[in-house]
């Protein structure tokens, strides 16, 4: 009896299976809307959840991508991991990555607001564009490790096609084969943003100017049921073309309507997904969240469609794509395409050239241009060069070397020449005009990921060459002289943004042995300096971060040059002399005593993506030896401060009040502190 029902079972389930033998190909088709174009994930789910086998995807632009993906055997949960998880902008930049960055490249990541390699490119490369989009393409490779070679996309686990655009003759170029990731990225080559794809005499831009909903290539692949998702939204009002990013979508949009009507009447069904509210540069967390749940509530609004649809095509609701779903590498790995292991520091690749400018309402505008570059010899050594302009000037020359395995050991030259208010309780005291030349030898300099160690020795030369003082304030002892110092730092950061970090700690110890002739300083014992600061970002909520800051500077000598005088303002540690220390309430450049402790709690809160509030509140003492600092009032400071964070660094302003200055203090910064 056992053996007789096996029998019947098995004969069932040979009759099931041949009784939908040629059962009808299905296609998906994914338009283009970049960031809107998300909402495909959920929608593509709820497709396999009405019972649909899906044989062929097709797409433009982000539906390109995400066709791709999920043509290579990226499930949809796979996909919607693999949105939430990238840093979308510094994928669309040209930013190495920062995971694989030293402190030191991080740090000109956060000074220069604009980088550029230079190379000369092959006549066969296309160029143009804001963006190159190397880090997309770095990432598409990843993504799609296993079917980078150039193949016919029909072989993939799904049957895959996109479209782009060629802007030589303005034509439609469909891709039914060749290599996958540069397939994708020419698809999602924006006009004017990122750089074309050059293939031969073709230079292939976004696909959506030609055919931004592509549901005749899925009936050219063979699809009798073609499913469609688009996110293209309808055309702007006059009244709602009122900014640049608005106009620019209108263009796109306009054009992307070439083939729309009669590919939508090419469709069986066409889930059409509100993008209200949302653009195509809309790759913040919220909005991949509600982008997720419209494509799933748009595609569910035509359930009873889909199911009818499957039912009058005799597709069994248990039925699946033919060819097996299968990926060379877990999806797991690719989630973000940063490396978590700490690189070994290298010269630059290529030549790159970097640009910084801000403005601050103490120094007005100041501009600084940077230059790294690689010289190919024997054991690789880094240049890097920078020069700021301004009220205060600065040039820098570095080499460094980057033997294999070893520390590497760096020589630099920097002059700067400043001219620097002074303050007294709040009020300027003294304007000191000065060069400074500096050079410095670090016969072991170890940059890791988080960590830079360097033990060096300094010679300084100061040049005085002007002075105002206040006729109530006795003068400085101001006359040129040259000292040499070794030192000793250590800077650990794993803060998660430069400027406005909501996790991590920062921490910075600096040991100076400073003398006038190498051994001594004014003829006794060589002047010692002792500085510290430690930073601990402890997120609250996810808008909500609170930061630990203590630090201090102790300064040992019976007789301390004006050059290396402790000194607080600003909001930077080391914004005018390098020996700077911020305190709240405080700006410009006010002098303390020898030796310096301080600490502050800072209150953060994130509104919206980029916008900041910050409270802080600081206390400190200080006294020119031991006791003095013990002994010593305390010092109180508070400040309350908004900030932007743009591209070109935090824009905003702070105002506060401290009992070391006891006035009211103002402050506006626009761009990257350096």
């Not at 299976?17 to 088709?29: D, E, I, L, S, Y």
């Not at 809107?36 to 991508?65: N, Q, Y």
């Not at 293209?232 to 054009?255: C, K, P, R, W, Y």
């Not at 002739?517 to 609170?546: C, E, F, K, Q």
């Amino acid at each position: 009896m056992k053996r007789f029902v096996l029998i019947i079972i098995a004969l069932a389930t040979v009759v099931a299976a041949a009784a939908q033998p040629g059962r009808p190909r299905v296609a998906v088709v994914l338009s283009g809307g970049g960031a809107k174009g998300v909402a495909h994930i959920s929608a593509l789910r709820v497709i396999e959840e009405a019972g649909f086998p899906i044989d062929i995807v097709c797409g433009t632009s982000m539906g390109s991508l995400i066709g791709g993906l999920y043509a290579i055997g990226y499930d949809t949960y796979d996909l919607d991991s693999i949105v939430r998880a990238q840093d979308w902008a510094y994928l669309f930049s040209d930013r190495d990555d920062p995971e694989q960055q030293t402190l030191d490249q991080r740090r000109d990541r956060n000074v220069y607001a604009l980088s550029r390699r230079l190379r000369v490119e092959p006549r066969y490369t296309a160029t143009g564009g804001l963006i190159r989009g190397r880090n997309l393409a770095t990432l598409f490779d990843r993504l799609c490790a296993g079917y980078l070679d150039s193949i016919d996309f029909a072989s993939l686990p799904v049957t895959y096609a996109c479209a782009t655009t060629n802007i030589v003759d303005n034509t439609e170029v469909d891709f039914f084969s060749g290599r996958l990731p540069q397939a994708m990225r020419a698809s999602m080559a924006i006009p004017g943003v990122f750089t074309p794809v050059r293939i031969g005499d073709k230079v292939l831009v976004d696909g959506g100017l030609r055919n931004n909903y592509p549901a005749d290539l899925a009936r050219k692949l063979g699809a009798d049921i073609v499913i469609g998702v688009t996110v293209q939204g309808d055309l702007l009002t006059a009244d709602e073309l009122n900014d640049a990013v608005s106009i620019f979508g209108q263009i796109i949009d306009v054009n992307c309507k070439n083939k729309y009507d009669n590919n939508v009447r090419n469709s069986d069904i066409v889930v059409r997904v509100d993008v209200s509210g949302y653009s195509a540069a809309s790759f913040f967390p919220s909005a991949i969240d509600t982008l997720l749940q419209r494509g799933e509530t748009a595609a569910r609004s035509h359930w009873d469609e889909l199911l009818a649809l499957r039912r009058r095509a005799g597709i069994d609701s248990t039925a699946r794509a033919d060819a097996p779903v299968s990926r060379a590498v877990s999806p797991w790995h690719y989630v973000h395409i940063a490396d978590s292991l700490a690189s070994r520091p290298r010269p630059a690749a290529v030549p790159v050239v970097h640009l910084g400018a801000r403005f601050d309402t103490e120094e007005s505008v100041a501009l600084q241009l940077g230059f790294d570059a690689p010289l190919h010899t024997r054991i690789p050594v880094g240049v890097k060069a920078s020069l700021r302009l301004g009220r205060r000037i600065l040039g820098h020359l570095e080499g460094q070397l980057f033997p294999e395995g070893k520390a590497n050991p760096s020589l630099a030259y920097t002059f700067e020449h400043n001219d620097i208010d002074i303050n007294r309780l709040g009020y300027r005291a003294y304007n000191v005009k000065f060069n400074h030349h500096r050079v410095e030898f670090a016969p072991i300099t170890m940059n890791l990921r988080k960590m830079d160690l360097s033990l060096s020795a300094r010679w300084d030369y100061y040049n005085y060459y002007g002075k105002i003082l206040s006729s109530n304030i006795s003068t400085f002892d101001i006359s040129n002289n040259s000292y040499f110092s070794y030192r000793a730092e250590l800077f650990f950061n794993s803060e998660d943004d430069w400027h406005l970090p909501s996790r991590g700690t920062r921490f910075r110890a600096t040991y100076m042995f400073l003398t006038d002739n190498l051994v001594t300083y004014n003829g006794g014992p060589a002047l010692n300096d002792i500085s510290a600061h430690w930073r601990m970002n402890i997120p609250v909520s996810r808008r909500i971060s609170l930061q630990y800051l203590v630090y201090g500077r102790l300064l040992f000598a019976d007789v301390v040059p004006l050059p290396l005088y402790s000194a607080v303002g600003t909001e930077w540690f080391g914004h005018y002399v390098e020996q700077q220390m911020p305190f709240a309430g405080v700006g410009g450049l006010e002098l303390t005593d020898r030796h310096f402790v301080a600490a502050q709690i800072q209150a953060r809160c994130r509104l919206g993506n980029n916008h900041h509030v910050l409270l802080r509140v600081a206390a400190a003492k200080q006294g020119d030896n031991i006791d003095g600092l013990l002994n010593s009032h305390l010092l109180l400071g508070s400040s309350a401060g908004y900030f932007y964070n743009s591209f070109i660094g935090p824009m905003g302003f702070t105002a506060g009040y401290s009992t070391l200055t006891r006035r009211p203090y103002f402050y506006i910064n626009i761009g990257h502190e350096f």
